[in-house]
Every structure is written in C-alpha cells, then in structure tokens.
C-alpha cells in the first residue's frame, strides 16, 4: 500500500464546514469557462483531459490527470479551460450550515 499526500492545503481563515458537496464536472474541448468566483473552498482532481488554470495575478498552470487545485473562497479563477480533450474533474465544495454552492460570473 502506498499513500502519496496531492495537496496539503491551508485555509486562508478559520471557516466553519457543515458538509461538503462533491459534483463531477464534464467540460467539452475546447470550452472556457471563463472568469469566475466560488462562494466557498473548492477542492478538485482533474480526472480526464487537460484544463488552462490560473487564479488571478498567478501564471497559468496546465492541470493534467491525478492533478489537484484550489480555489479560495472569493478568488477570482481567471482561467479553467478545457484544452484539446474533453475535461471531468471532481469538486468538492467546503459549505457553511444553511449554504448551497454558487458561483459569480464577473464581467470581463
């Protein structure tokens, strides 16, 4: 048996998590998803295919296969475009008591 830690991610502040919502996300090649900002943490694994990735004011990263990202709660994610295969990632989704996911498109 072998355990290889992907990520050890530290929140930015203390947040109270009541449940965590998992969803798997397909993105078809070529698609961007555009700027966009998370009410909550976002843990993920790219599963299939390859995204363009890149967290405001960082350099953009290429997210292959067994692959781990994080967005901050607030972060403005300025990239996470499929590339030339399909995309499935899975999401995990750090929510506080009473809150459901949701996701702001700012204007570019």
């Known amino acids: ?6 990520a050890d991610i530290t929140l930015p502040q203390v947040r109270p998590v009541e449940r ?3 969803r798997r996300i397909r993105i078809p090649a070529g ?3 555009g700027p966009h900002i ?4 976002v843990v993920g694994s790219i599963v299939e295919g ?3 990735y890149q967290v405001e004011g960082e350099p953009v990263v ?3 296969p067994g692959d781990v ?5 607030g972060a403005r ?7 030339d295969d399909d995309v499935m990632f899975i999401g995990h989704f750090l929510l506080a008591a009473g809150q459901e996911p949701e996701i702001d498109v700012p204007a570019t």
């Open 62 to 64: 290429v997210l292959t």
């Open 20 to 22: 965590i919502e998992t």
């Open 1 to 6: 048996m072998t355990r290889t830690v992907l």
């Open 77 to 83: 994610i300025t990239r996470f475009d499929a590339l």
């Open 31 to 33: 698609v961007a998803a």
């Open 50 to 52: 390859s995204v363009a």
């Open 69 to 73: 990202f994080y967005e901050a709660e």
């Open 38 to 41: 998370h009410n909550c943490p």
